[in-house]
């Protein structure tokens, strides 16, 4: 399965971005796909995923209510989209994928075996 991300960009505070996550070479409905986050010298933060065959969805506190996880399966695509932004949500931002991830696990990027690029978002204060 490959994965490409866009969407990233430079925002001010309290601004929107949309990422999206295209999915491809893979039984999309089959994937368990996750958002993760990474500032230099950081590992990367979980902060968004869904279970696309369940149809669930989950966020890291730091994002809920702010950030939302939807998917388009004619297009096998996920988004993210983040409202109300700010600076501490600047990152490299990354999608990932992948077929075999129990829930307890879901929130672990070593889970995720399959990773798209990453995609700046800047948030200037």
């Known amino acids: 399965v490959q994965l490409q991300a866009s969407g990233g960009g430079l925002v001010q505070a309290g601004a929107s971005l949309r990422l999206s996550c295209a999915v491809s070479g893979g039984t999309f409905s089959r994937y368990t796909v996750g958002w993760f986050r990474q500032t230099p010298g950081k590992e990367h933060e979980f902060v968004a995923g869904?279970?696309?065959?369940?149809?669930?969805?989950y966020y890291a506190d730091s994002v809920k209510g702010r950030f939302t996880i939807s998917r388009d399966n004619a297009k096998t695509t996920v988004y993210l989209q983040m409202n109300s932004l700010n600076s501490e949500d600047t990152a490299v931002y990354y999608c990932?994928?992948?077929?075999?991830?129990?829930?307890?696990?879901?929130?672990?990027?070593?889970?995720?075996?399959?990773w798209g690029q990453g995609t700046l978002v800047t948030v200037s204060s």
């Open positions: 990932a994928a992948d077929r075999h991830i129990i829930v307890s696990a879901s929130r672990s990027s070593r889970a995720y075996a399959h």
């Open positions: 869904t279970r696309l065959s369940a149809g669930s969805t």
